[in-house]
């Protein structure tokens, strides 16, 4: 069976919508979603609107000013509906719609982005260098760089579309291109052979990709979606190996083995989409959700991707159904077709809603559109957030600003469970800043527990901040340090540097010539301090001095990332040699203050991955203390009963 007799599967569909088309007049063509000289920023677009014969079963759309092999295309249409891809070239496209005897001229403006934040498609094969990919097809061309090339393109269409849906513009990421507006795909050789890549698991096929990329092709201005085209399915245990969909940092990596759905071109899409051939599950690899079907394969597959890619933009999950931060990949072709074929769980097409389309949610939008990797074009970039929180008492508010402005706010929620989970824009900022944010308390606790609920903001600069509201409110925290220009090395966590009286008293001394220092949260972020020294098997040093008229007891409430020890006017009142996330308040230790100055200096060890501190104050019967600036301490007045 050759290729095109595996897409005419796909044909049973246009049947039914024929069969349930009602004629009418033929008359004008109308594109809804764009308007003739608009400009946009990303290549590829879909157009929909409407055609007045409702028998029409297909468009075409062709651009006069491309000599490229997506000149015309052919779209889709259905009971005077019609869905249609164009592929633009940079500067003015004049565009053609027909349906029959009807056309709409269109023209279009494609500027390309500059912004340097990029994705990057990734084709990761095992040491020997092969790229082939496992399908079912006979004569399979094998051609994973269009298929990067088509995917990637319809990713990019459809986050511009739906973030436009929301009232937040055209935004999406860019994209590397080459000068014939080809996706560029960086091949990633890695170091071991297809039989060791797949003894791996999911976690250790994601660590052994992230670093290959680290050392292969190192861009810090890069997310990547690395695809293996070493996934391999194995029907005699009906596994697939070497397959995962994990994504976070810089790295969205998704299993190759159901390549074989992905279209090849730009002009196949929306017949992809639409193929109605059954696979047998037990013989091919079937990530469909038990639809087994080529358009349901490639719908869920590409989807699943774009969702791994989120990840890589800082979003959690989301509980929108149709969200690409639940499942919505697999309603993806939806976004693209107008009437959904049969499938094995359903043996007639399907006409759906509207509302039945994947998107992003507008929790998940409203933290991409300012997000730096969408900001369409290149300026100077702040590398370090300035954003703060806190609580204001009086009002019982929170409070969030930066002087780069806030851009959003989303409530988010971390559940033991399924990680961290998106659930609701506070505030959305389509294009400029907005100055401070204040949210009640009172509205955050009616949606969560205090204990659950986490505030993620997003800056002017585009860079994220995540607000732990349980540990905003149990504040305030020792947030202003000065901190040892020194960073001993320690050959682990457990074993700590050696600090003698001498050694403590030179550390003291050195950090009380460096400046206080504050951090914009709670957490006191060691890697931002140690910069460019040494960030592995080290340990830092933070020094305030408390000012006291008189001898008092004191707790002091502490957690860290990795290990710590605390001195107390030369004395060593704590010692924790554990490798651990921070966490606030994994340990309440009991101090006395001296009458006038005492030296607090706090060490934490560094194994990799995070190092900071989070430090709070209380009085002996637990009253929460503010440690000023001038290093008096002064009582806090109690939150009210919203946040208990």
């Not at 029409?56 to 779209?75: F, H, L, Q, W």
């Not at 507008?362 to 609580?391: H, I, K, M, Q």
């Not at 006038?596 to 900071?612: A, C």
């Amino acid at each position: 069976m050759t290729r095109r007799e595996l897409m005419l599967g796909g044909m049973g569909t246009l049947a039914v919508c024929l069969a349930v088309a009602a004629p009418g007049a033929r008359g004008a063509i109308r594109v809804a979603n764009f308007e003739t000289d608009q400009t946009v920023r990303f290549p590829v677009v879909l157009l929909r609107g409407a055609v007045s014969d409702a028998t029409a079963d297909s468009v075409t759309v062709t651009n006069t000013s491309s000599r490229r092999d997506t000149r015309e295309m052919a779209g889709l249409a259905c009971k005077g509906r019609f869905k249609a891809l164009a592929e633009l070239v940079p500067g003015g496209n004049r565009l053609i719609v027909r349906a029959g005897k009807d056309e709409q001229r269109l023209t279009l403006t494609y500027r390309p982005q500059t912004n340097p934040y990029v994705v990057r498609a990734v084709y990761f094969t095992d040491r020997s260098g092969a790229t082939d990919f496992q399908t079912p097809i006979p004569n399979d061309p094998q051609d994973y760089r269009g298929k990067f090339d088509t995917a990637l393109k319809l990713m990019q269409a459809f986050t511009a579309e739906r973030l436009n849906d929301l009232g937040l513009g055209r935004k999406t990421f860019n994209l590397e291109l080459d000068d014939r507006g080809k996706v560029r795909v960086h091949v990633l050789k890695g170091r071991l052979g297809a039989a060791a890549y797949h003894r791996l698991d999911g976690g250790q096929l994601y660590g052994q990709a992230g670093r290959e990329l680290a050392r292969q092709l190192p861009n810090r201005r890069a997310h990547n979606l690395v695809i293996p085209a070493f996934t391999r399915f194995d029907p005699a245990r009906g596994k697939a190996l070497a397959h995962t969909a994990l994504g976070g940092g810089n790295l969205a990596l998704f299993g190759g083995g159901d390549l074989f759905t992905w279209p090849d071109r730009l002009a196949d899409a929306q017949k992809a989409l639409t193929d109605a051939t059954a696979v047998d599950p037990k013989k091919v690899f079937s990530d469909s959700v038990g639809r087994h079907t080529y358009w349901a394969i490639a719908s869920t597959t590409m989807g699943a991707a774009l969702h791994e890619l989120g990840h890589t933009f800082g979003l959690p999950h989301s509980r929108d159904v149709h969200g690409i931060m639940t499942r919505g990949g697999d309603r993806w072709n939806r976004f693209f077709t107008l009437v959904e074929p049969p499938h094995a769980r359903r043996r007639r097409p399907r006409t759906f809603r509207d509302d039945e389309v994947a998107r992003w949610s507008p929790v998940s939008a409203g933290a991409l559109a300012p997000n730096r990797y969408f900001a369409l074009d290149d300026r100077p970039w702040r590398e370090t957030t300035r954003t703060r929180a806190r609580f204001d008492r009086d009002r019982e508010e929170v409070v969030v600003s930066s002087p780069d402005g806030i851009r959003y706010v989303g409530l988010w929620r971390t559940q033991t469970a399924r990680g961290t989970e998106a659930i609701a824009p506070l505030r959305l900022g389509a294009d400029g800043a907005t100055g401070p944010v204040r949210i009640k308390l009172a509205d955050l606790t009616r949606q969560m527990p205090v204990a659950e609920a986490r505030l993620r903001v997003l800056d002017g600069e585009g860079l994220g901040t995540t607000v732990d509201l349980a540990e905003l409110l149990a504040g305030p925290f020792v947030r202003a340090w000065r901190f040892a220009p020194t960073f001993p090395a320690c050959r682990d966590v457990r074993s700590l540097p050696a600090v003698d009286a001498a050694k403590r008293k030179a550390i003291e001394a050195s950090a009380a010539k460096t400046p206080l220092v504050r951090s914009p949260t709670p957490y006191v972020d060691f890697l931002a301090l140690a910069g460019s020294r040494r960030q592995a098997n080290v340990a830092g040093y933070a020094l305030r001095t408390i000012r006291s008229d008189k001898a008092r007891a004191i707790q002091l409430h502490t957690g860290s990332d990795d290990a710590l020890r605390m001195w107390l006017a030369g004395k060593l009142i704590r010692s924790v040699p554990t490798p651990r996330a921070a966490k606030a308040d994994s340990e309440t230790t009991d101090a006395k203050l001296a009458a006038g100055d005492n030296r607090l200096l706090v060490e934490v060890s560094q194994g990799t991955g995070g190092w900071g501190l989070i430090l709070r104050i209380t009085d002996a019967d637990g009253a929460k203390l503010e440690l000023t600036d001038a290093g008096r301490l002064v009582p806090v007045k109690a939150v009210g009963a919203a946040a208990r």
